[in-house]
Every structure is written in structure tokens, then in C-alpha cells.
T-cell receptor, first 113, second 108 residues
Framework: EAQVTQNPRYLITVTGKKLTVTCSQNMNHEYMSWYRQDPGLGLRQIYYSMNVEVTDKGDVPEGYKVSRKEKRNFPLILESPSPNQTSLYFC????????????FGPGTRLTVT | RKEVEQDPGPFNVPEGATVAFNCTYSNSASQSFFWYRQDCRKEPKLLMSVYSSGNEDGRFTAQLNRASQYISLLIRDSKLSDSATYLCVVLDDYKLSFGAGTTVTVRA
């Protein structure tokens, strides 16, 4: 089954404790991205990757890191989480960036206390 | 000004009704437009693309008005299963911008 998976689905952590949210897709998509979704705001892009070893900042990259060592995986790293990073996070992949359907993972609900 | 703006709703409609809502965008050079559906904080899924001439997919009709910079979505013969948040998505300069969504609730 074609899908994007994320882990963990739910996470409660404390300020400053490093964490990683994994994202994996099995569709051989070149383009992957991370979004956060907050009430009253649209999805905002954090980082994206056009291909292996190619990553770039989205609209809200502060406080986040990513890596793309393999085509299928695109982990999101929070080196020192803060309460304002409490949010619902989605990973997405697509065949290409321009105009192609975005396939989203199931989401990770993160709470930082 | 937000790049993509939507009326958050909620639009509460009875089964069988027609409901329509718009989305405005700020960049007149925007290239492509889409509607995504999101169920109760689950992942968004593509509902349909929006073509310049307007297009239908079953009970759903999408239209684009470039002069006034808005797109619309109309749902005919609403079903309970249409209850969801509908996200307007605009592509410009290789960047996707998402609206905050319009919530539709269909009641029996």
C-alpha cells in the first residue's frame, strides 16, 4: 500500500529535550516536506527536500532541522523544543514539487511543556 | 495580508442541501489551485484540482475567477460523509500556500 508513515503519532515532552519525528514514504517520491498546523492558520511549511541530500527552508524553519540521507526518509529534528513548537505536524511527499498531489502522513501531535 | 484566505465557517447544512464557499488568494500570478479535504485533524487529502474553465467531480464543482482572485467549491446533494474541513491550496513561484480551511457540517 502506497503510504507516508510518521512516528510517533503522539508525543508529550519537556522543554529542551531533543526529539526526532520520523517520516518514511514507499512511493519513490523525490519531493518531501514537513508542515505544522496550528488552529486558525493554514499548514505552514517548515522544511522541504527536492531529493537526497538536498534540503531547504520553508516558511517557519526556526528551531527545526532535517536531513535526507535516503530517498524514502525525511526525519524532523527538534534540538531544543520549546512550548511554541506545540503543534500538529505533517510530513508529505509528492512526485515533484510543482502542482503534483501531496500525500500526507497521518500527523504527529506534539506537546512541549 | 494572508496569501490564502478562507471563511472558517462552520457551514451547517442539512443532508441534500447545496453548500458553496470561496477562497481568496493574494498573488495574481498564482499558477495552480487545489481543494484538499481534512477530516477532524487527520491528514489532508486531495479532493480536486481547479481548472481555469471550472470542473466537476461528481457532486463537487470547483471554479476559478482570476479577475477577482478567488476559487470556489460547491457541493450538491450533501451527504453526512461530506462533513469535513476543506482546505484551499494555491501554487505560486513553486510554493504551496494553504488556507486555514472551511468547516462543513452536514446534519441528518
Amino acid at each position: 500500500e502506497a503510504q507516508v508513515t510518521q512516528n510517533p503519532r503522539y508525543l508529550i515532552t519537556v522543554t529542551g529535550k531533543k526529539l526526532t519525528v520520523t517520516c518514511s514514504q514507499n512511493m519513490n517520491h523525490e519531493y518531501m516536506s514537513w508542515y505544522r498546523q496550528d488552529p486558525g492558520l493554514g499548514l505552514r511549511q517548515i522544511y522541504y527536500s527536492m531529493n537526497v541530500e538536498v534540503t531547504d527552508k520553508g516558511d517557519v524553519p526556526e528551531g527545526y532541522k532535517v536531513s535526507r540521507k535516503e530517498k524514502r526518509n525525511f526525519p524532523l529534528i527538534l534540538e531544543s523544543p520549546s512550548p511554541n513548537q506545540t503543534s500538529l505536524y505533517f510530513c508529505a511527499s509528492s512526485r515533484g514539487r510543482v502542482g503534483y498531489e501531496q500525500y500526507f502522513g497521518p500527523g504527529t501531535r506534539l506537546t512541549v511543556t | 495580508r494572508k496569501e490564502v484566505e478562507q471563511d472558517p465557517g462552520p457551514f451547517n447544512v442539512p443532508e441534500g442541501a447545496t453548500v458553496a464557499f470561496n477562497c481568496t488568494y493574494s498573488n495574481s500570478a498564482s499558477q495552480s489551485f487545489f481543494w484538499y479535504r481534512q477530516d477532524c485533524r487527520k491528514e489532508p487529502k486531495l479532493l480536486m484540482s481547479v481548472y481555469s474553465s471550472g470542473n466537476e467531480d461528481g457532486r463537487f464543482t470547483a471554479q476559478l475567477n482570476r479577475a477577482s482572485q478567488y476559487i470556489s467549491l460547491l457541493i450538491r446533494d450533501s451527504k453526512l460523509s461530506d462533513s469535513a474541513t476543506y482546505l484551499c491550496v494555491v501554487l505560486d513561484d513553486y510554493k504551496l500556500s494553504f488556507g486555514a480551511g472551511t468547516t462543513v457540517t452536514v446534519r441528518a
